[in-house]
T-cell receptor, first 117, second 117 residues
Framework: DAGVIQSPRHEVTEMGQEVTLRCKPI?????LFWYRQTMMRGLELLIY????????DSGMPEDRFSAKMPNASFSTLKIQPSEPRDSAVYFC???????????????FGAGSRLTVL | AQKVTQAQTEISVVEKEDVTLDCVYE???????LFWYKQPPSGELVFLIR??????QNEISGRYSWNFQKSTSSFNFTITASQVVDSAVYFC??????????????FGPGTSLSVIP
């Protein structure tokens, strides 16, 4: 398996622009997670999906952020409009679900480094 | 609320030295999982180990070992005979299955380990 695929790897944009980050999870993984990593706040869970349905979006910082998962093999995280404080590395991760331990062994993508000028 | 503390922000050791990374967690649950992830300079987070709260046996995998002590709410990670390739940021994490935030994995702030040749 190719693992979790994220694109773009790097994005530089200007304040006010729309940013779309993409993720392809591992085939067969029921859960998909979006995390954000910054020096100040570390790794923060933004939202996660189970079988394409958003389960917990309490970590989404504000209405400028939205995430979708239209099918089992694709998810997007959109920021509109972007602000300099959104600069961070955004990770997508996926996990299978097991009866014994649920879905908590995460396989991460390589991350998308976003810089908003 | 869940919380993971990694008091050591940065550690430097000389190659071949042993090093222990500390992790202290807080949870009100009796059932939970603990994890360690490694983030090398390339940026991608890599799963190392998962332990459930009912299994306090220490684990050894090659040069890596983990010491889980419920009495002190600690899950420490020791690297024996460190190597330059061990240089990375190491994250301890906690998840509590069985709630509305089922499978939500919370990460500690990370410990940056530098192994000097």
């Amino acid at each position: 398996d190719a693992g979790v695929i994220q694109s773009p790897r790097h994005e530089v944009t200007e304040m006010g622009q729309e940013v779309t980050l993409r993720c392809k999870p591992i085939s067969g993984h029921d859960y998909l997670f979006w995390y954000r990593q910054t020096m100040m706040r570390g790794l923060e869970l933004l939202i996660y999906f189970n079988n394409n349905v958003p389960i917990d979006d309490s970590g989404m910082p504000e209405d400028r952020f939205s995430a979708k998962m239209p099918n089992a093999s694709f998810s997007t995280l959109k920021i509109q409009p972007s602000e300099p404080r959104d600069s961070a590395v955004y990770f997508c991760a996926s996990s299978p679900w097991t009866v014994l331990s649920g879905a908590n062994v995460l396989t991460f993508g390589a991350g998308s480094r976003l810089t908003v000028l | 609320a869940q919380k993971v503390t990694q008091a050591q922000t940065e550690i430097s050791v000389v190659e071949k030295e042993d090093v222990t990374l500390d992790c202290v967690y807080e949870t009100r649950d009796t059932t939970y999982y603990l994890f360690w992830y490694k983030q090398p300079p390339s940026g991608e987070l890599v799963f190392l180990i998962r332990r459930n709260s009912f299994d306090e046996q220490n684990e050894i995998s090659g040069r890596y070992s983990w010491n889980f002590q419920k009495s002190t709410s600690s899950f420490n990670f020791t690297i024996t005979a460190s190597q330059v390739v061990d240089s990375a940021v190491y994250f301890c994490a906690l998840s509590e299955p069985g709630k509305t935030s089922y499978d939500k994995v919370i990460f500690g702030p990370g410990t940056s380990l530098s192994v000097i040749p």
